[in-house]
């Protein structure tokens, strides 16, 4: 009567505190510039090690420029972190992948990629979207910086067990309806509050029948309806995505561990805390109006009524529009827009871009449009040259950046300006988080391919 998280979290015990929290082992840390230096320095001052440096990754993600890497960072914090994590995982024997290294890239897009992230495993991050890594059939989360050191000196972390939740989605998705366009869904009707306090297994028709590039995307906008993360059980899809990749178990040790992640799955008879269904035929793609993910709507659909809303939020609720100059019952669609990103650990792996060149191919950058096309991963960028994706774009009249998080989240250069519009394939949509006084309208690929050539947000099913 087990579910695939309780299967997982058990399995990691090491003491449970009675009336307390549990403490878990963790197989796998990943740090990037950001969240690791105060961790590094405790450990420094109290003359720890760390205890498994084999577990232990890192890679500079967040600060980390999108043009000229081979030249010095120009941004003095920026530099300095990602100076410093060199530094600490030197000084600490730990694998490092810097900048311009050939697997260096977002940490929740390489983790994947390379087979480090695996079905059965916990997996931490000082980061909140590390929930990306259960769609492998793991059990990821984001961590404190505090919580970063306790992982570095013991390979351990004190947590609450989480209630869990299972979100089923039934049905086939329908044409240009991607793995972000269930999300939003999702979150719009869960609210970003509506997890709060639970782990989610994502089941049902539709789910399976995603690829596992798009299932990490669902997982990894797990976070923005409260969930401490989200996951998929492994499944043939899984097994097909890991095999043969660098870190992946080869030969003997790949058979015991297949045999092994088939037992993950949850028990037939295993019940949730809460379980919800939403049908895929209610999902067409979308866009966001406001300033958080939740506030969202189908592209053909009108932003809502004040009076629609809680009389608690109305007030909240006006300010958002007002923030982003949008009215009630407007249509978004048609509204001409400046700005187009597409990237990071949401919608940053080649699938995404894939997608994207489907829809430019053939096609011109709109004049008034200023895009920023940045993979996830240098593996990523290869791909999109080896395949052609490449001169797609250069003939379309876009550029490749190198990788990075990017306009994600406004640390490096890459700011959308105030009172700027941008079409974001990114995860958060909060004010000034792409630059100050930035809009940012959160969609997937193929909405941000279509405004990217139109200059305005389109349906894109009218290029499929």
Not at 96 to 113: Q, R, W
Not at 232 to 252: L, M, N, W
Not at 300 to 314: F, I, Y
């Amino acid at each position: 009567m087990n579910t695939l998280f309780d299967k997982i979290w058990d399995s990691h015990i090491v003491h449970k505190v009675e009336d307390g929290p549990t403490q878990l082992y963790i197989d796998r840390l990943y740090c990037h510039e950001v969240t690791s230096p105060q961790a590094f320095d405790d450990l420094r001052s109290r003359g720890i090690k760390c205890l498994r440096p084999d577990k232990i990754y890192c890679m500079p993600d967040h600060n980390i420029p999108t043009k000229d890497q081979d030249k010095p960072i120009e941004e003095p914090v920026s530099r300095h972190q990602v100076e410093t994590l060199t530094r600490n995982a030197h000084e600490f024997g730990l694998t490092h992948f810097g900048m311009k290294h050939p697997k260096n890239g977002i940490i929740h897009v390489v983790g994947p990629e390379l087979g480090l992230t695996l079905p059965g495993m916990t997996i931490v991050c000082g980061d909140s979207h590390t929930s990306t890594h259960g769609a492998m059939g793991a059990v990821a989360f984001g961590i404190g910086t505090s919580e970063v050191g306790m992982v570095l000196a013991s390979q351990c972390i004190l947590q609450q067990k989480p209630k869990s939740m299972r979100i089923n989605v039934e049905g086939t998705l329908g044409k240009g309806v991607t793995a972000k366009d269930v999300a939003l869904y999702i979150i719009s009707q869960m609210t970003t509050s509506g997890a709060t306090g639970y782990f989610v297994e994502y089941a049902g028709s539709a789910i399976r029948s995603m690829s596992m590039e798009s299932r990490l995307t669902l997982c990894n906008l797990s976070i923005e309806m409260g969930a401490r993360g989200g996951m998929v059980a492994p499944d043939e899809v899984t097994f097909e995505y890991i095999k043969g990749r660098e870190y992946a178990p080869k030969g003997e040790e790949w058979d015991k561990a297949v045999a092994y992640w088939k037992t993950l799955p949850s028990d037939a008879d295993a019940i949730f805390d809460k379980e919800i269904t939403f049908q895929a035929a209610d999902i067409e793609p979308r866009v966001t109006y406001g300033t958080n993910p939740g506030m969202g709507i189908g592209i053909t659909e009108s932003v809502p009524a004040v009076e629609t809303m809680p009389e608690a939020g109305q007030a909240s609720y006006i300010k958002s529009l007002e923030y982003m100059g949008f009215s009630a019952g407007e249509k978004l669609e048609g509204h001409p827009i400046d700005y187009v990103f597409i990237g990071s650990c949401t919608n940053g792996r080649i699938e995404d871009f894939r997608a994207f060149a489907e829809i430019v191919k053939g096609h011109k950058k709109a004049e008034n449009v200023v895009a920023w096309i940045v993979p996830g991963s240098w593996s990523v960028y290869r791909q999109i040259e080896e395949e052609g994706i490449a001169d797609t774009l250069t003939a379309a009249g876009f550029e490749l950046r190198q990788p990075g998080c990017s306009a994600c989240l406004a640390m490096n250069e890459d700011k959308i300006p105030a009172g700027k519009y941008a079409i974001s394939t990114s995860n958060r949509n909060f004010e000034g988080r792409q630059g100050q006084g930035a809009r940012t309208i959160l969609a997937s690929p193929y909405v941000a391919a279509a405004a990217a050539i139109t200059g305005k947000i389109t349906d894109p099913r009218k290029f499929l």
